[in-house]
């Protein structure tokens, strides 16, 4: 079995108030970008998994793939163990769900291998008690996502005949690090709303709240901002809390050599 896990942006996200648990209700648009991993699963002996490409750091064992398994195996013994192979290249602490896809795509595969019947509104319960973007990724379309981002209205919107600059600068922000001096807050406009109208529009008005968070602390975060409009963008963000960066532009610009060799650039061309 062979899935390739693809990344998202956060079109717009407001920290809407903080939850009794801990969490915090959010407003967003979660829109899917073609950046890929590659995750293989081959019937074993033993459940073993290795990696390739970028360095995931951590614990192998707590990998969302591996949680998958388990998590689903607890009801469904019958799926038996397996050797999981990650190769990675979407980067992570960027705010692009990178382990989110993996955990979630491990759900779908295993669901559509073993014929399980299990419904989307079953793999999103499963999903969320893997993380909190996961159950986006069993929808993998444009949506509105309110609370933790588990519940998802579908959305009109293409952005096709765009291409995006998906800016890495290597810096793993954490989620408490970014959430640390956010105050929640109820936006006069949802960013649903604000994304059904054009692009030219969002600069001014669809904001990611965990920029005025971020920013102060990695500056040049700020400076990439700047520059992805420098280069023609008619909206850039930060998606997610970060660190990764994009501009939506309506041909693709002369990037190369404009940015910090030490970032990793992605033009994703329609």
């Known amino acids: 079995?062979?899935?390739f896990p693809n990344a998202k942006i956060n079109l717009g996200l407001r920290v809407v108030e903080k939850?009794?648990?801990?969490?915090?209700?959010l407003d967003t648009v979660?829109?899917?970008v073609p950046l890929y991993d590659a995750l293989e699963c081959i019937r074993s002996d033993t459940d073993h998994f290795t990696a390739s490409g970028l360095d995931i750091p951590g614990d192998s064992t707590t990998n969302l793939c591996l949680k998958a398994l388990e998590l689903l195996r607890e009801n469904y013994p019958s799926i038996g163990p397996f050797k999981i192979?990650?190769?990675k290249h979407i980067p992570m602490g960027a705010g692009l769900g990178g382990g989110s896809s993996n955990g979630a795509f491990m759900l779908n595969m295993l669901?559509?291998?073993?014929q399980l019947g299990l419904t989307t509104v079953q793999l999103i319960d499963y999903s969320l008690q893997l993380g909190s973007d996961c159950p986006y990724f069993i929808v993998n379309q444009p949506v509105h996502a309110t609370g933790r981002g588990e519940h998802m209205t579908p959305l009109s919107?293409?952005?096709?005949?765009?291409?995006?600059?998906l800016?890495?600068?290597?810096?793993?922000i954490s989620t408490a690090q970014a959430f640390a001096r956010i105050e929640p807050h109820h936006p006069a406009r949802i960013c649903s709303d604000i994304v059904q109208q054009p692009v030219s529009t969002w600069k001014k008005e669809l904001v990611n709240d965990f920029e005025s968070s971020v920013f102060p602390i990695y500056p040049q975060l700020a400076e990439i901002k700047q520059q992805l409009y420098a280069l023609g963008a008619v909206y850039a963000s930060m998606t997610g809390t970060g660190s990764a960066m994009y501009g939506i532009f309506e041909q693709e610009p002369d990037w190369h050599g404009r940015f910090s060799p030490l970032y990793t650039v992605h033009c994703l061309t329609p």
């Open 1 to 3: 079995m062979v899935t």
């Open 19 to 25: 939850r009794p648990d801990g969490y915090h209700n």
């Open 30 to 32: 979660f829109y899917p």
């Open 85 to 87: 192979h990650l190769h």
């Open 111 to 114: 669901n559509d291998t073993f």
């Open 157 to 165: 919107c293409d952005l096709s005949r765009y291409t995006f600059l």
């Open 167 to 172: 800016i890495d600068p290597g810096v793993h």
